[in-house]
Every structure is written in C-alpha cells, then in structure tokens.
C-alpha cells in the first residue's frame, strides 16, 4: 500500500473528533438540517481525507438513494456519508455531496 498524504485545509474548517484530521471546509457547508443514526448531520458540497466505502440502497426518510459510507483516512471512523444518486426529483441536489455525522466532527 502506498504512502497517504493528508489535506491540510486553510481557515475555518470541521476536523474529525478520533483524530482532528482535516475533513471539510466552512466554505463548503451547504446545509445543518439534516438527521443520521447518530443524531445531527451536516451536508457538505466537498470534504477531504476520507475513504468511500461500498454502495448500498438503503431507504432513507427523504426516499430511496444510493450512498456510501465515508471513512477518515488518517483513524478509519465513520464520519458519514457519501450520495451517489437520488431517485427522488426533489433530492436531486445530493448527488455527490456528503454527510458529516456532528458527533464525529
């Protein structure tokens, strides 16, 4: 495996809570309204050093979406997730953005 280089970010930025690595910017906040497992969410239009993981279906309180799991990459934790697509019209402006769980930032 080759050697990981970690995004430093400039600014006001959201770290993640295991290992304060870099993960998103101010700038890039798009939405504080959202809900995970976990309790508050936020979406983001761009996040740096995390892994995605496998896409999965799952039906969600805005419909049906395939999204993926994201991981740090400097600790491995699950900090959200990312949407791949939303088959609901209105759900649209998802697709490729990502979820920040608040209890992991």
Not at 28 to 39: A, E, I, N, V
Request: hydrophobic share 35%.
């Amino acid at each position: 495996m080759g050697r990981v280089y970690m995004q430093k970010l400039d600014g006001m930025f959201y770290r993640c809570r295991a290992c304060h690595t870099h993960l998103a910017k101010l700038d890039d906040l798009m939405s504080k309204t959202f809900h995970c497992r976990r309790g508050k969410a936020t979406l983001f239009l761009n996040v740096v050093n995390v892994v995605v993981g496998e896409y999965e279906e799952p039906m969600m309180t805005t419909g049906m979406h395939i999204v993926a799991d994201i991981y740090c990459t400097q600790c491995n934790q699950n900090v959200g997730w990312r949407y791949e697509k939303a088959f609901d019209e209105s759900q649209k402006y998802k697709e490729g953005k990502f979820i920040l769980e608040s209890p992991t930032m």
